[in-house]
């Protein structure tokens, strides 16, 4: 069956990377039996991520439900926030999605997610999810999407470099810097990694903002939204102190020159390889064991990643959503909420991702992620789309040298302020 689901898997990759919107039938046909219900559900692949968990709890759950037949199409994150886009906005959406935090407001504003409120409200295991996850899917006091995962942003290292260079754990951003140095001259090419580009590249950004005392945006008192660093000459400062942080860690070549067009999956790879020293990461990086083990038998994670103020990670909920023009809306509720209870987050969102506070977190990589996350953040409750592509950007303007930090930081509040305004979220 593993076997099938691969090749399941990789054939739906290759087709769906070819396909337009307006194909239903991309999927698994196969898993159709005739009669019944069928579910359509997209969600992303990764290379350098376990699925096998997903399918393993499709299974399950067609055992327990053999009148459902589930569709999955698989699809790379940028590729699939297109398609759910565009296949909504035509009215032929799937039954479910899974998609990241930042497309929330985004998909709620064009008034396609089916609004959960009430489901979650019924749903007697509610209390079994954090309070902090349902915040993180909640948009204007109404639930819009059932979280799916959690992951948060640790301090990850390989721990014989660590031994071997005889350094210490930085755990300040001036740390970092001296620490840096030090694996540099002992032979180390990188000795921190970070994503450039791609989805993860403004999450790290947000985690250095966040732990230098400043917000992304703020909601005014006349309900509106306004990023505020140039209103303050001290967040203006502080601002500027974070891509001088980007700047100054290529410059000392603490992150290599080839890691300025690096995504999440070269970050990924790389680490797991043992190419790269020390790292902010998150728990899915464990499934790079079987795959590297030679790479990954060192590698140890404890605490937040590096600070300059005050200690802070990415609090990441994965969604699921459901679309008000699908046919299957009852059906589709019915799978979250299995897929939402201990034995479906068993099957899938194993140990530090799971979305439940009842669940066993023994284990060197369960009890490190949940005790950094107390310092979780998580995007502001504003469209992000707009704001997230500025964010890769202002990292790709300082480290090509395009701007100053300074102007970085002004350039980056303008572009803000400016998604705002278009979504008429602007505080005036």
Not at 274 to 280: K, L, Y
Not at 311 to 333: G, I, M, R
Request: net charge negative.
């Amino acid at each position: 069956m593993k076997k099938y689901l691969l090749i399941l898997l990789i054939v739906l990759v290759l087709v769906g990377c070819s396909s337009n919107d307006n194909s239903s039938n991309e999927s698994n046909e196969s898993s159709d039996n005739g009669d019944g219900t069928t579910l359509e559900i997209w969600w992303n692949v990764d290379q350098g991520e376990d699925r096998s968990g997903y399918y393993d709890a499709i299974e399950r759950y067609q055992e327990l439900n053999p009148d459902v037949s589930i569709n999955v199409q698989v699809l790379p994150y940028e590729q699939l926030k297109q398609k759910i886009t565009t296949s909504s906005a035509n009215g032929n959406p799937p039954d479910i999605a899974q998609g990241l935090a930042e497309w929330m407001a985004d998909l709620n504003s064009m008034g396609t997610l089916h609004h959960l409120t009430d489901f979650v409200n019924e749903w007697e295991e509610k209390d079994s999810v954090p309070q902090a996850v349902w915040d993180s899917v909640t948009m204007n006091e109404e639930i819009v999407a059932f979280p799916s995962y959690i992951g948060t942003r640790a301090r990850m290292y390989h721990e014989d470099v660590i031994n071997e260079t005889g350094v210490s754990l930085p755990d300040t951003w001036d740390d970092l810097l001296t620490v840096g140095k030090e694996l540099k001259e002992a032979g180390i090419e990188n000795p921190f990694g970070i994503s450039a580009t791609s989805a993860r590249a403004p999450q790290e950004l947000a985690v250095y903002i966040w732990s230098n005392n400043l917000e992304i945006v703020e909601e005014i008192s006349d309900g509106g939204y306004r990023n505020t660093w140039q209103e303050d000459e001290n967040q203006l400062e502080r601002a500027a102190e974070v891509f001088q942080f980007y700047k100054d860690m290529l410059e000392q070549g603490i992150i290599s020159q080839n890691q300025t067009s690096w995504g999440y999956q070269e970050l990924d790879q790389n680490f797991a390889q043992g190419r790269v020293a020390i790292t902010q990461n998150g728990p899915w990086i464990q499934g790079y064991e079987e795959e590297q083990p030679e790479g990954m038998k060192d590698v140890r994670v404890d605490g937040v990643p590096p600070y300059n103020e005050t200690p802070a990670t990415f609090l990441e909920v994965a969604q699921w959503y459901v679309f008000e023009d699908s046919d299957q809306k009852e059906a589709a509720l019915e799978f979250l909420k299995w897929m939402g209870s201990e034995e479906g987050q068993s099957i899938y969102a194993k140990g530090n991702r799971t979305i439940r506070n009842d669940m066993d977190s023994e284990g060197e990589w369960n009890v490190a992620f949940t005790e950094i996350a107390e310092h979780g953040r998580s995007w502001p409750a504003v469209p992000m789309g707009g704001i997230i592509d500025a964010m890769t950007e202002s990292i790709q303007k300082v480290l090509l040298g395009d701007t100053t930090p300074e102007e970085t930081a002004i350039w980056l509040s303008d572009q803000i302020n400016q998604s705002l305004e278009e979504n008429n979220l602007l505080s005036e």
